[in-house]
């Protein structure tokens, strides 16, 4: 399967306090597009990232010599929706079977976690959204599900919405499957309602958007709940730091 991954990379990353373009932030010595680049290249066949105007010479110096990477901008901050829906030229051209997404601050996601989503999205038919999910305290994202299991709203805590104490939260990693992202996420794109604390584009309540349609998706346990710390602050930024130290150095 044919698989493109997109990595909104746009926003300034003000919380960690780094004059460094956030995808280019230091984690244990490495750029955190090159976590990533290492991490989704054996899943991948090409990489959007899609940058703020004012990194796109640093992002570019950064994808020059890998043949495999794109890189274009989000020239507003309107939102994640937007920033995933600006990749779409590239779905065009390069026409991937499925279209994988992370935010470009996931780099301890887990390859064993990776290669349980190609896994699950290798049905025919693909599932339309694939994604692991972790059971987390003060989460900051809770997807709410019924008593059938299926997930009926997104709640998000920078927009002002109550979460509970415990929540289960996505981590930031996503497959879609083409038709998924060419046609069902436009759909939405036009229909979807601006974050009421943000004032953006949100993409993750698409999950919930989906499942109301009748559209199937998937979601599993990731392996780890320490994989799906994203790094906004530097208290984040050393502990996943830490963390990825203690992974590497146990035996295989």
């Not at 990379?9 to 003000?14: D, R, W």
């Not at 601006?194 to 599993?220: K, S």
């Not at 994989?227 to 906004?232: D, F, K, R, T, W």
Request: hydrophobic share 40%; net charge negative; aromatic share 6%.
């Amino acid at each position: 399967m044919s698989r493109l991954l997109v990595i909104p990379a746009a926003g300034l990353g003000s919380r960690l306090k780094t004059s460094t373009p956030k995808p280019l932030v230091a984690v244990n010595g490495r750029p955190m597009l090159d976590h990533l680049f290492d991490l989704y290249r054996p899943h991948v066949e090409r990489m959007v990232v899609v940058a703020h105007p004012s990194f796109l010479p640093d992002i570019e110096r950064w994808a020059e010599g890998k043949d495999m990477v794109d890189v274009t901008t989000q020239g507003s901050p309107t939102g994640m929706l937007d920033a995933i829906l600006l990749a779409m030229p590239f779905i065009e051209l390069h026409e991937p079977e499925s279209v994988w997404i992370t935010w470009c601050d996931q780099v301890g996601v887990l390859r064993e976690t990776l290669g349980l989503l190609a896994a699950r999205t290798r049905s025919n038919p693909p599932p339309a959204l694939a994604l692991p999910t972790v059971q987390r305290r003060d989460p900051y994202i809770h997807l709410v599900r019924n008593r059938e299991g299926r997930i009926v709203e997104v709640l998000h805590k920078r927009e002002g919405d109550q979460l509970p104490s415990e929540g289960e939260s996505d981590m930031g990693v996503f497959a879609l499957s083409r038709d998924a992202y060419e046609r069902l996420l436009p759909e939405y794109a036009r229909d979807v309602t601006i974050g009421r604390g943000t004032g953006e584009r949100n993409f993750l309540p698409f999950i919930a958007w989906l499942v109301g349609r009748g559209v199937p998706l998937l979601t599993f346990p990731c392996t780890d709940p320490m994989e799906a710390i994203g790094i906004n602050t530097p208290e984040e930024l050393t502990l996943v730091e830490g963390w990825l130290r203690t992974r590497s150095s146990r035996p295989s």
